[in-house]
């Protein structure tokens, strides 16, 4: 059987989909969650305790540290066939780096991203890739649509010029951070004609409204919900009740996990008659 891992990452995403076809099972990740989780590698680890030197597919949802940071693991470990991501290398100009800080994990981005040309990854761009197919599995990229535009690459690119000013600098930094959840890639994974999870990265409300509009309703086995669980702008009732997953996922540590965040996703729960699995509960996994 084919299978879905949801990984226990944090505040942070990774997913695993290993996929069974004619020509043996084929794996697709989606994010890296971040560099590291309590002292551990979560994505790295979990491939090697599989014997899994090869990813097929890996996709970047958006460019943020939580969903990019384990890439950096894959470094000269794990090669990678095929990459979707919004845009490939950046290398910021140099003043950038303090302000967003260690944390941000833009150098070991440029390090992963290094690592994928020198090795021969294919890159390809998030909007208008397509759909994927791996035996009875597709993989439809439901969000951006052919020749969007994507304004968080073109900030991010922006912030690459070596002439650079503070105030440009400034003000760039605030419009790329907030375009980058609304242009995060959305995926639908489907198995024999049913769809099998909805996967959001960190999408809003409106652009997974966007997308089911095109792609029509979906009612698929798992939902990973957008954004962790947190913040109005990513997900709501109505939504939920449209979608109706049998299973919605959050992907969150127990740190940021509170009494708000447990009502919030009781209510979506409750909206699309759903069962709900927190990350720091453990991995979770759907088989089909």
Not at 153 to 182: F, I, S
Not at 201 to 213: I, M, P, V
Request: charged share 25%; hydrophobic share 35%.
């Amino acid at each position: 059987m084919s299978e879905l891992h949801i990984l226990n990452v944090g505040r942070a995403d990774c997913s695993i989909l290993l996929l069974d076809t004619e020509e043996g099972r084929k794996t697709v990740v989606l994010d890296g969650g971040g560099v590291c989780f309590l002292g551990r590698r979560p994505l790295l680890e979990f491939l090697e305790a599989r014997g899994i030197g090869e990813i097929d597919l890996l996709i970047l949802t958006h460019l943020h540290q939580d969903h990019f940071g384990g890439f950096y693991q894959l470094i000269d470990r794990i090669f990678v066939k095929q990459l979707v991501a919004p845009c490939g290398d950046l290398v910021f100009c140099e003043k950038v780096y303090p302000v967003f800080g260690d944390d941000e994990y833009y150098r070991e981005y440029h390090a992963a991203f290094r690592y994928f040309e020198q090795a021969g990854t294919e890159l390809l761009p998030s909007a208008g890739c397509g759909e994927f197919s791996f035996g009875e599995s597709r993989l439809r990229c439901l969000y951006p649509e052919a020749g969007a535009s994507m304004p968080s690459v073109t900030y991010a690119r922006e912030l690459c010029r070596r002439d650079l000013t503070d105030a440009e600098m400034d003000g760039t930094l605030e419009r790329y951070k907030a375009a980058c959840n609304a242009d995060s890639s959305i995926w639908l994974l489907e198995h024999g004609g049913q769809a099998a999870a909805l996967m959001t990265g960190d999408s809003t409300k409106e652009t997974l409204r966007q997308a089911l509009r095109r792609s029509g309703t979906v009612h698929p086995a798992v939902q990973k919900l957008s954004h962790h669980g947190i913040g109005r702008h990513y997900f709501s009732e109505e939504l939920q009740r449209t979608v109706s997953p049998e299973y919605l996922v959050v992907s969150v540590d127990k740190e940021h996990y509170d009494e708000e965040m447990e009502k919030t996703v009781a209510g979506l729960a409750k909206a699309g008659n759903s069962l709900v699995h927190y990350t720091f509960q453990g991995d979770f996994v759907y088989c089909f």
